[in-house]
């Protein structure tokens, strides 16, 4: 009688396998190799909803500025008495001659409204699949700046220049040429839904200067380096030349992001260093452990 072994199987009428390992040890082996696969799906639904709470959390801060719409107006006027003070009060300028040509405001309408929306996202996605580990401090810094601006918005609301005499509504303007609402950047319809007041600090300058920053930093071609210069620089033009910002409020958004990335920065170096490089190199791990198991043998291979 063939033993077990030699790959005989007692509940196969004696007759071997046509593989060279135990049922039971290919089983084990698939499994190994699939762990990778379900850890990064899993994660990346977690990092998914992740995202989707914060921007919850954004879109609810609306609920704490009603009310507040004189504090907001107050606000706004100190802030161009400060830049005035400053001599760098050139909002106005900017957007009194942005608004002026439709072949300029037009395209400044369309990217203060989407940039935000499209680019932010696609450099988290390129960071996940190119350069996964560092992703998580690189999203970990921009939640965190997310919530300081959050918390900005809430302590200090700020009416932005588009509201304030002097200063043209561009988006208003122009708003048969997009789908935004005559309220905010939102869509129709749902520009009741935001928070007009949160012009201090900028998160579309912060968003921008954290995108250039991790184009800059990991970006293997000049191109994608050189757009990581460009863009949060075009991003300041833009929220100015509309009239949705101050240049006080695109420094306060640089701001949040340089603070998140030193409490970041903190937080990580008071972590022993085993736990930090357990969760940097967790996955890729898995995957090297399963990349070094032997592929079961076959009928072929035998």
Known sequence: ???????????RGGHPETGGAPRATVTRLGRLRALPARLIRRR????????AVVYSIYDTSRFFVEGRQATAFAHAIKVLDAESALDFAWEQTVNQAISAHRILAVPADYMYATLHYLVTPLVLIWLWRRHRNDYSRARTVLMVATVFGLIGFTLMPVAPPRMLPGFVDTMARYSDFGWWSHDASAP??????TNEFAAMPSLHVGWALWCGWQLVRHGQHRFTQAFGVFYPALTVLVVVATGNHYLLDAVAGAAVVLLAWMAVSGVQRLRPAKVIDLNAHRVLDLQDVAAHVPAPRTSATA
């Open 1 to 11: 009688m063939t033993s077990l072994a030699e790959g005989v199987r007692p509940d």
């Open 188 to 193: 129709r319809g749902v520009g009741k839904f």
């Open 44 to 51: 990346g639904l977690r990092e998914l909803l992740l995202i």
